[in-house]
Nanobody, 118 residues
Framework: QVQLVESGGGLVQAGGSLRLSCAAS????????MGWYRQAPGKQRELVAA???????NYADSVKGRFTISRDNAKSTVYLQMNRLKPEDTAVYYC????????????WGQGTQVTVSS
Protein backbone atom coordinates (compact mmCIF):
# COMPACT_ATOMS: atom_id res chain seq x y z
CA GLN A 1 0.00 0.00 0.00
CA VAL A 2 1.23 3.46 -0.93
CA GLN A 3 -0.28 6.56 0.63
CA LEU A 4 -0.14 10.02 -0.91
CA VAL A 5 -0.77 12.99 1.35
CA GLU A 6 -1.31 16.42 -0.18
CA SER A 7 -0.91 19.78 1.52
CA GLY A 8 -0.76 23.44 0.61
CA GLY A 9 -4.21 24.18 -0.74
CA GLY A 10 -6.26 27.17 0.34
CA LEU A 11 -7.90 30.42 -0.64
CA VAL A 12 -5.98 33.00 -2.65
CA GLN A 13 -6.81 36.08 -4.68
CA ALA A 14 -6.46 36.10 -8.42
CA GLY A 15 -2.86 36.75 -9.39
CA GLY A 16 -1.55 35.11 -6.25
CA SER A 17 0.50 31.97 -5.72
CA LEU A 18 0.23 28.65 -3.91
CA ARG A 19 2.54 25.69 -3.57
CA LEU A 20 1.13 22.20 -3.28
CA SER A 21 3.10 19.28 -1.86
CA CYS A 22 2.42 15.57 -2.03
CA ALA A 23 4.44 13.06 -0.03
CA ALA A 24 4.37 9.33 -0.74
CA SER A 25 4.85 6.75 1.99
CA UNK A 26 4.41 3.03 2.49
CA UNK A 27 5.50 0.12 0.32
CA UNK A 28 7.60 2.06 -2.14
CA UNK A 29 10.54 0.59 -3.98
CA UNK A 30 10.54 2.99 -6.87
CA UNK A 31 8.29 5.76 -8.14
CA UNK A 32 7.96 6.29 -11.86
CA UNK A 33 5.57 9.08 -12.74
CA MET A 34 4.09 11.65 -10.38
CA GLY A 35 1.44 14.14 -11.29
CA TRP A 36 -1.27 16.55 -10.33
CA TYR A 37 -4.86 16.41 -11.52
CA ARG A 38 -7.76 18.69 -10.72
CA GLN A 39 -11.51 18.47 -10.72
CA ALA A 40 -13.79 21.49 -10.70
CA PRO A 41 -17.48 21.20 -9.76
CA GLY A 42 -19.46 19.65 -12.59
CA LYS A 43 -16.36 18.87 -14.62
CA GLN A 44 -14.24 15.80 -15.26
CA ARG A 45 -10.90 15.29 -13.58
CA GLU A 46 -8.11 16.60 -15.80
CA LEU A 47 -4.34 16.36 -15.87
CA VAL A 48 -2.60 19.55 -14.73
CA ALA A 49 1.05 18.50 -14.79
CA ALA A 50 3.16 15.36 -14.63
CA UNK A 51 6.83 14.51 -14.15
CA UNK A 52 8.74 11.33 -14.86
CA UNK A 53 11.44 9.80 -12.71
CA UNK A 54 13.97 11.35 -15.08
CA UNK A 55 12.50 14.82 -14.70
CA UNK A 56 10.62 15.15 -17.99
CA UNK A 57 7.56 17.33 -17.47
CA ASN A 58 4.21 17.69 -19.17
CA TYR A 59 1.64 20.46 -18.63
CA ALA A 60 -1.92 21.19 -19.58
CA ASP A 61 -2.06 24.08 -22.04
CA SER A 62 -4.14 26.11 -19.58
CA VAL A 63 -1.33 26.20 -16.98
CA LYS A 64 1.80 26.39 -19.14
CA GLY A 65 4.00 29.28 -18.10
CA ARG A 66 2.18 29.67 -14.76
CA PHE A 67 2.59 26.32 -12.98
CA THR A 68 5.80 24.37 -12.33
CA ILE A 69 5.97 20.75 -11.26
CA SER A 70 9.04 19.36 -9.52
CA ARG A 71 9.97 16.37 -7.39
CA ASP A 72 12.39 15.39 -4.67
CA ASN A 73 13.12 11.72 -5.16
CA ALA A 74 14.94 11.42 -1.83
CA LYS A 75 11.76 12.55 -0.06
CA SER A 76 9.33 10.79 -2.43
CA THR A 77 7.60 14.14 -2.78
CA VAL A 78 6.16 16.06 -5.72
CA TYR A 79 5.43 19.78 -5.73
CA LEU A 80 3.26 22.08 -7.79
CA GLN A 81 4.15 25.75 -7.74
CA MET A 82 1.16 27.72 -8.97
CA ASN A 83 1.68 31.36 -9.93
CA ARG A 84 -0.61 33.96 -11.46
CA LEU A 85 -3.62 32.00 -10.33
CA LYS A 86 -6.96 32.58 -12.01
CA PRO A 87 -10.52 31.95 -10.77
CA GLU A 88 -10.78 29.14 -13.33
CA ASP A 89 -7.99 27.31 -11.49
CA THR A 90 -10.43 26.74 -8.62
CA ALA A 91 -10.76 22.97 -8.11
CA VAL A 92 -9.85 20.06 -5.90
CA TYR A 93 -6.28 19.10 -6.75
CA TYR A 94 -5.27 15.44 -6.55
CA CYS A 95 -1.81 13.95 -6.45
CA UNK A 96 -1.12 10.78 -8.42
CA UNK A 97 1.86 8.45 -8.58
CA UNK A 98 2.78 5.05 -9.98
CA UNK A 99 5.71 2.81 -9.28
CA UNK A 100 6.99 -0.65 -8.45
CA UNK A 101 7.15 -2.77 -5.29
CA UNK A 102 7.17 -6.41 -6.33
CA UNK A 103 4.43 -5.42 -8.75
CA UNK A 104 3.26 -2.17 -10.21
CA UNK A 105 1.13 0.16 -8.11
CA UNK A 106 -0.92 3.28 -8.69
CA UNK A 107 -2.09 5.59 -5.95
CA TRP A 108 -4.15 8.77 -5.52
CA GLY A 109 -4.15 11.35 -2.77
CA GLN A 110 -7.27 12.48 -0.97
CA GLY A 111 -7.32 15.88 -2.67
CA THR A 112 -6.76 19.45 -1.52
CA GLN A 113 -9.04 22.38 -2.28
CA VAL A 114 -7.69 25.38 -4.16
CA THR A 115 -10.00 28.39 -4.38
CA VAL A 116 -9.06 31.50 -6.34
CA SER A 117 -11.22 34.56 -5.74
CA SER A 118 -11.67 37.27 -8.33
Amino acid sequence: QVQLVESGGGLVQAGGSLRLSCAASGSIFSINNMGWYRQAPGKQRELVAAITSGGTTNYADSVKGRFTISRDNAKSTVYLQMNRLKPEDTAVYYCNADGWYGSSWLSWGQGTQVTVSS
